[in-house]
């Protein structure tokens, strides 16, 4: 095993990296942070193996709004470019697919709480998804979705009310629509700060629902461990 240095890009102070920075300690990977919403400094290319972009309330395409967005995009293309493993969560997912030639629209439905997917047979074929069941109970929070994959991108997941749950571009970047890495910390400032997420839907959880379910978090967890530890892995034998 060979020490990973992750570099997360957070959008909101409430969403952190949550359970990738305790998996990150337990093997002894260095992380660091960049909040950019406070226009924290992005790091050289060389100073970091992977890059983890975390989700946010904003819109890929609400650059006006959030004017850091422009020069997070160029950034994460660069890295891509570069033959960075990158691993992009919900709004994190959505930006890789708008740097990578996809398209970002909003989702039919809004999905939020606990609910499945279903992984592709060729995904769990995978090491690095094998982890899971064929249907699985996960965390989503979005409005928006990645609608079309970039070329050169495998579709691994889908659900009732969202196509695309998850995608690997060029095998070493990777989209998830949906949350892994919550805790129970990140859901109670999810439902506070986001409250106003929580219509009525035939998707939608109420706060509630959400926070009821500790086993669901930690499976998600363990998943997520999973994953980073067969990506771990592969990645020690390319070297």
């Known amino acids: 095993m060979f020490g990973v240095r ?3 890009l957070q959008h909101d102070p409430a969403e952190t990296p949550g359970s990738i920075l305790d998996w990150a300690k337990r093997r002894g990977h260095d992380a660091s942070c960049t909040l950019l919403c406070a226009d924290g400094p992005l790091p050289l290319l060389s100073d970091f193996d992977w890059l983890v972009v975390m989700g946010g309330p904003m819109n890929v395409y609400e650059e006006n709004r959030h004017p850091w967005l422009k020069r997070e995009k160029v950034f994460l293309r660069a890295a891509i470019d570069a033959g960075k493993a990158v691993i992009g969560i919900c709004l994190g997912g959505q930006l890789i697919a708008c740097v990578t030639g996809g398209l970002v629209t909003k989702n039919p439905l809004p999905e939020i709480g606990w609910l499945p997917v279903r992984w592709r047979k060729e995904a769990l074929d995978d090491p690095l998804f094998a982890c899971f069941p064929p249907e699985a109970t996960v965390l989503e929070w979005h409005g928006d979705t990645f609608s079309k994959l970039p070329d050169g991108a495998r579709l691994l997941a889908e659900s ?13 970047v990777f989209g998830f629509q949906f949350h892994l890495e919550a805790t129970e910390l990140l859901l109670r400032q999810f439902t506070a700060e986001f409250a106003g997420d929580l219509t009525k839907s035939p998707y939608v959880q109420s706060a ?7 086993e669901y978090i930690e499976q ?14 592969r990645e020690t034998h390319r070297r």
């Open 6 to 8: 992750i570099h997360c």
């Open 220 to 233: 998600n967890n363990a998943w997520l461990s999973a994953f980073l530890t067969a990506l771990e892995e």
């Open 208 to 214: 509630r629902e959400i926070l009821a379910h500790p």
């Open 160 to 172: 009732a009310a969202c196509a695309h749950q998850a995608f690997v571009y060029k095998e070493r």
